[in-house]
């Protein structure tokens, strides 16, 4: 893995991609798309050209948790490192991310180092488990 | 016909249907007819009465309504400027937003160029022949020129955030307006027969019982959210228990 990594970035607000997005240039990252739902996303994800998703939860159309559900009933993205980025902060709702299959949660408002130390953690993790 | 009237006009019935009797017995029909035609008017003028006096009530009752309450002025125009302002307050929000990353994204390429030429620069100074003076200056010249660009734009990015303070205003004037409109809710719930509080229906959490797949939003202080974490090191030590 490397800074070549294709990540999308789905979120609804554009201010929160444009975020996302120029947060992970600062880490090297220089291939970035975005969708504003799951419902943009998942015809994207189909293409097969992303390597990581980074989601919101609460989103118009389909939510960050569905758009989850949906990569891992997929046998096609069901490899897929996910990593949700959202205000939502009920216990609950972290275990049901947790169930769905999330590989990192982080937290809104958050920072570059969390959210450089959750994507390294994931890939890390991916390298080892291909080793 | 109401009762009071009954009773006052009593009398009035009991000569007329005396006389209408005597008539009746006497072959009388002029006068049969003239006792009979003011006992029709009788009840007719009793009846108007009453209508009017349900009519008044109720424009009354209206009329306070429109006057009394703010309930019209409420719905009519503050709610509806409510919505406006907010709309207003996210616009401004997301323009500073933009603006910012504009400026933030337009500042990180000359910083970028002026760290690269000074690397340049450095291994040329390494060198033999070391650079001349008008690439040095050429330099120098470039790099004062940059950073009073980011400097430039550094205080724009400050100005942008302005929108705190108007938008800070702003929702503080809507949430005045909202808590007036509970009141006014609340009175209303009351007068129909129910016994809500002020507060209890604002605070209820109407998506408590099943999970919702939308998502709440952020944790707002001083609002139930019920079970939520503090940050992400509760996120982490939550993941941790579940054995991510």
């Given at each position: 893995m490397s800074a070549d990594i294709k990540f999308l970035v789905v979120d609804d607000f554009s201010t929160m991609r444009r975020i996302v997005k120029n947060l992970l240039h600062d880490l090297g990252y220089k291939n970035v798309s975005e969708a504003d739902d799951g419902n943009t996303a998942l015809p994207m994800l189909k293409t097969g050209k992303f390597d990581f998703l980074i989601t919101d939860w609460?989103?118009?159309?389909?939510p960050g948790l569905d758009l989850l559900k949906h990569v891992r009933a997929d046998a096609a993205l069901a490899p897929l490192p996910v990593l949700m980025l959202t205000a939502e902060a009920k216990r609950e709702q972290i275990v049901e991310a947790a169930q769905a299959g999330v590989n990192g949660y982080v937290i809104k408002p958050f920072t570059a180092a969390t959210l450089k130390e959750k994507i390294d953690k994931i890939l890390a993790s991916r390298a080892a488990s291909a080793a | 016909m109401s009762g009071s009237h009954f009773h006052e006009r009593r009398e009035h019935y009991a000569t007329l249907l005396a006389a209408l009797g005597e008539a009746l017995q006497d072959g009388d029909e002029a006068g049969f007819h003239a006792c009979a035609r003011q006992l029709g008017e009788g009840f007719e003028s009793d009846t108007m009465q009453d209508l009017r006096q349900i009519t008044d009530g109720l424009h009354a009752a209206l009329l306070r309504f429109r006057h009394d309450s703010r309930l019209d002025d409420l719905a009519t125009r503050e709610v509806p400027d409510a919505r406006a302002r907010l709309e207003h307050v996210l616009r401004m929000t997301d323009d500073a937003a933009n603006t910012t990353l504009d400026l933030v994204e337009q500042s990180c390429p000359i910083a970028d160029r002026a760290a690269t030429r000074a690397d340049e620069l450095l291994e040329a100074w390494n060198g033999?022949?070391?650079?001349?003076r008008n690439v040095v200056r050429s330099y120098l010249e470039e790099t004062r020129s940059g950073l009073g660009q980011v400097r430039e734009k550094l205080s724009q990015v400050l100005l942008a955030q302005g929108f705190q303070d108007l938008s800070g205003q702003i929702i503080r004037s809507v949430m005045k307006l909202v808590d007036e409109l509970e009141v006014a809710l609340t009175h209303m719930v009351r007068i129909s027969g129910g016994s809500l509080e002020p507060s209890s229906m604002l605070r209820a959490?109407?998506?408590?019982?099943a999970l919702s797949a939308r998502g709440f939003g952020p944790v707002v202080p001083g609002v139930a959210h019920g079970l939520t974490v503090s940050g992400q090191t509760d996120v982490d030590a939550l993941l941790s228990d579940l054995g991510m």
């Open positions: 609460n989103m118009p159309g389909m | 033999v022949p070391r650079p001349s959490d109407v998506a408590e019982p």
